[in-house]
């Protein structure tokens, strides 16, 4: 029997529908987490993210390629098919193994077109290379304004997998299309792979263990097939007679 203070909350988990009994003191541990992280981003944010723009910007005008990622909302930083993680931080995941600056924002094309514009006009007036990354499902008309507005490159990598509306963007909107967010770092390391050592020094890495593997893999079914192989002793006893023969 439960306690007058515990209620039955259904919470969705990602990985599937569960019952949770969550009591009165645990709802105001969780409420007095919210108000502490609203009140620390009122008194510490501002400095934050002036010091964040400004090392991004040195980051970017060193020359050595940055990726900003542009989120079309919080639905679509969250969203993914698998429910292990987010969409989002499977590109971020790629971008870091590939040790590529990058900074992530969240702005609808839809609610808020003239903040996108306002963003894309900032990164514009900086001087180095950059690439943005659109991530918006369903309509997404992030891709579209990006890319016919930027200076920079962009690759549409919308959360929903094959979105028609990311691939049929009008004359002018010259997007990029990657599917797969684990393979957007690469594709990004491969465009800066001249400017940046690191990144450049990982494809490399990447190639010649693959090549490894192939060799091993190579070597490991010729010797156990060559085992399983009976048949073969028969052959070989004849053709050595057939030279006896001979």
Do not use: W
């Amino acid at each position: 029997m439960k306690k007058k203070s515990e209620k039955l909350q259904h919470v969705n988990t990602g990985i599937g529908p569960v019952d949770v009994i969550l009591n009165k003191k645990v709802e105001e541990t969780v409420a007095k987490r919210e108000d502490a992280d609203r009140k620390f981003l009122e008194e510490y944010g501002p400095t934050v993210l002036a010091k964040a723009e400004a090392d991004f910007k040195a980051l970017v005008e060193s020359d050595i390629g940055c990726a900003v990622i542009i989120a079309g909302s919080d639905s679509d930083y969250k969203r993914c098919v698998e429910p292990i993680t987010s969409h989002m931080e499977y590109i971020i995941d790629s971008l870091n193994r590939y040790h590529i600056p990058f900074e992530a924002r969240v702005c609808s094309a839809h609610k808020q077109p003239e903040k996108a514009l306002e963003l894309l006009r900032n990164y514009n007036s900086y001087q180095g290379s950059i690439v943005i990354v659109a991530v918006a499902g369903t309509t997404d008309a992030l891709s579209g304004l990006l890319s016919y507005h930027s200076l920079h490159p962009v690759i549409s990598c919308p959360p929903d997998g094959l979105n028609t509306s990311s691939l049929s963007n009008p004359s002018g909107s010259s997007n990029a299309f990657i599917r797969n967010p684990s393979n957007l770092g690469k594709y990004v390391a491969q465009m800066f792979s001249t400017k940046n050592p690191r990144a450049k020094k990982v494809l490399e890495e990447e190639v010649k263990e693959k090549i490894k593997a192939l060799e091993l893999a190579d070597c490991t079914y010729r010797v156990i097939h060559y085992g399983k192989q009976d048949f073969l002793k028969g052959y070989l006893q004849t053709s050595s007679s057939d030279k006896e023969g001979d």
